[in-house]
């Protein structure tokens, strides 16, 4: 097997772990993130079994997408998103996780309209109130969601957050809570939700066990970015 291939069968063994020692039973999915990836490692990636591939710089993925357009990859974009941007994200995505702000909910929508399907979205919240971060404050995220609850060309299928970084345990724990008890609270408001897209590679552990259902990883997989 490749390197990408042992990689990837050794982190789907790491979430399975991981789901067992906390006594989780949702499903985790994988997300590749394959940013500043070249084409060739998604393929390889593709040829082990891996089908999801999380992309943040517009361009860079509509050329990859050309590049690979023979494969069934469902694409995901994780990124900051630009007003201007949006009409390219809403036709070449199968998902958005980084729905920050209702403009760029409703511009999604808006340029979503002449697909046969809803582009699926995650609200992205900003857990941890840092300034260089983007997303929905936690005060504003009910009513947030509920505008674009409405939009009929989107899908709400969850939240996303990237919490500050931390080496200690519990300061991933307690962050990736609050990230839980914002989806359990939208759940008891009758919200149907299915998606925490929380963790990435040096945590995803720690947010499985806070609730995870996709867990966003590049650099343990694809290995340190090309520069």
């Given at each position: 097997?490749?390197?990408i291939s042992n990689r990837l069968q050794a982190i789907l063994s790491s979430i ?121 404050l936690v005060a504003d995220l009910q009513a947030t969601v509920a505008t674009i ?59 499985i066990e806070q609730g995870a259902t996709i867990v966003r990883i590049g650099s ?8």
């Amino acid at each position: 097997m490749t390197s990408i291939s042992n990689r990837l069968q050794a982190i789907l063994s790491s979430i399975e772990s991981a789901k067992q020692l906390a006594h989780a039973d949702q499903t985790v999915q994988l997300l590749a993130v394959s940013k500043a990836q070249a084409a060739a490692a998604i393929r390889e990636a593709y040829a082990a079994g891996q089908r999801q591939f999380g992309e943040n710089y517009l361009q860079e993925a509509l050329d990859k997408q050309t590049q690979l357009s023979d494969l069934a990859i469902l694409w995901h974009f994780i990124g900051p998103i630009q007003s201007n941007k949006t009409q390219l994200i809403a036709q070449h995505f199968d998902w958005v996780h980084s729905v920050d702000r209702l403009k760029i909910a409703q511009r999604l929508n808006d340029a979503r309209a002449n697909n046969s399907s809803p582009l699926q979205v995650c609200v992205q919240i900003n857990i941890s109130n840092e300034a260089s971060k983007n997303g929905v404050l936690v005060a504003d995220l009910q009513a947030t969601v509920a505008t674009i609850a409405k939009l009929p060309h989107l899908q709400l299928r969850g939240l996303m957050a990237i919490p500050a970084p931390s080496l200690d345990l519990s300061v991933q724990r307690q962050q990736f809570k609050q990230v839980r008890q914002c989806y359990d609270n939208l759940l008891a408001l009758g919200y149907q939700l299915d998606t925490l897209s929380i963790g990435m590679s040096d945590d995803y552990a720690v947010a499985i066990e806070q609730g995870a259902t996709i867990v966003r990883i590049g650099s343990a997989l694809f290995g340190a970015r090309p520069q």
